[in-house]
Each structure stands twice: as C-alpha cells, then as structure tokens.
T-cell receptor
C-alpha cells in the first residue's frame, strides 16, 4: 500500500497570504489528523477528521481550518499567514482513531512565511 | 501545550551502547506511544504500550510504563548509527471528540560510528 502523501512538500509564502495543504491518507484509512511542528512549540495537534467531520480540535486560532472529502483526502487551510506559522505540517492517517490505532505519518509540508 | 516532558533533550553515544530516553506526562492516558523522526521528516511509529501494561519489547526496543509516576522510558539496545534521530513519546487521552494525541518535546539521539 502506498503511504501517506502530502503536497506540496515545500512552500514559501508571505505574511497575510493564505495557504492550502493537502494530505492523502493510506487507502482504507478514514481518520486524518494534522499536526504542526516548530522548534519552539514542538509537535502540536491541530485537528482530526473522520468521515468528513471534524471530530477533534487542538488549541489553534480560527485561521487554521480543515476539511475532509468523501475519499478521505484532507486539506488544511491557514489564512492571513503570520511569521510564526512557519513550521513543518504533518498529517497522519489511521483506520479509525481508536486508542489502539497506530497513526501513519506523511513526510510533511515545510511552510516558510516571509 | 506539551503534555510530555522528555529527558535528556539530547544524547550522544557510541555505536553498540544502549540508549535510554525518559518521558513524563501529566494527565490520565489510554496508551503511550514512541515515535522516531529523522531530520525533520515524518514520524515513524515504534511501539505502543497500553495503560495497563508495564513493559513491552519490540526487537531492540524496550519500553516501560509507570502510570503511578506518569512516566515511561524507551531503551534502545546495541545502538547503530542508523538509530540517529529524534525520539518522541506521545500520549492518547480520550475526550468528548475522540482521542487527542499529545507529543513530548523529544530527545535527539546521536549514535557515533
């Protein structure tokens, strides 16, 4: 099976712009979670989608949003970019999001905001 | 905010030596998992230990969990240069929306050949 894929892998934006990142989960996986990784804050949970519904959300401002499509592919959007949004954005998929489920991570999208 | 605190922050050892990393957490958990990350890439799942388990082995990995102390340790035996990476613990806690994963700050391991 193909792994989790994320596009684009690298992105440079300027402050005030918006960005959309895409994540394709492993075939058959219905849960997709998004994480932000920065040197200062580490890995932080953004949100989780299951069957096109946001099921869980971290402590991020409303500028961060996401959605999931019927094929389980997910996108996250960041509007009005700030310098502090520069980070590695990781998505992870699992069959469901039960407590024994392993999450499989994609390679990440590295976003640089100038 | 981070739930897990890991120590040491960085660890440098020689090939063949054992590496031990520790993780502490704050709230009740359903399970604890360890992940490896190479050079800012995606995370690779290593091992999951349930809250009712005390020890688990997988190849050269040994994980312990002490829920009374809210701590876990990861031991890598007979380390190899290829083990050089960052290691993160992650806890799954159930909330109204499902499960939320909280990662520790990570330990950077350097294995010298």
């Amino acid at each position: 099976k193909a792994g989790v894929t994320q596009t684009p892998r690298y992105l440079i934006k300027t402050r005030g712009q918006q960005v959309t990142l895409s994540c394709s989960p492993i075939s058959g996986h219905r849960s997709v979670s998004w994480y932000q990784q920065t040197p200062g804050q580490g890995l932080q949970f953004l949100f989780e989608y299951f069957s096109e519904t946001q099921r869980n959300k971290g402590n991020f401002p409303g500028r961060f949003s996401g959605r999931q499509f019927s094929n389980s592919r997910s996108e996250m959007n960041v509007s009005t970019l700030e310098l502090g949004d520069s980070a590695l954005y990781l998505c992870a998929s699992s069959l469901d999001r039960g407590d024994q489920e392993t999450q499989y991570f994609g390679p990440g999208t590295r976003l640089l905001v100038l | 905010s981070q739930q897990g605190e890991e120590d040491p922050q960085a660890l440098s050892i020689q090939e063949g030596e054992n590496a031990t990393m520790n993780c502490s957490y704050k709230t009740s958990i359903n399970n604890l998992q360890w992940y490896r990350q190479n050079s800012g890439r995606g995370l690779v799942h290593l091992i999951l230990i349930r809250s009712n388990e005390r020890e688990k082995h997988s190849g050269r990995l040994r994980v312990t969990l002490d829920t009374s102390k809210k701590s876990s340790s990861l031991l890598i035996t007979a380390s190899r240069a290829a083990d050089t990476a960052s290691y993160f613990c992650a806890t799954d806690a159930k909330n109204t929306g499902g499960f939320k994963t909280i990662f520790g700050a990570g330990t950077r391991l350097f294995v010298k050949a």
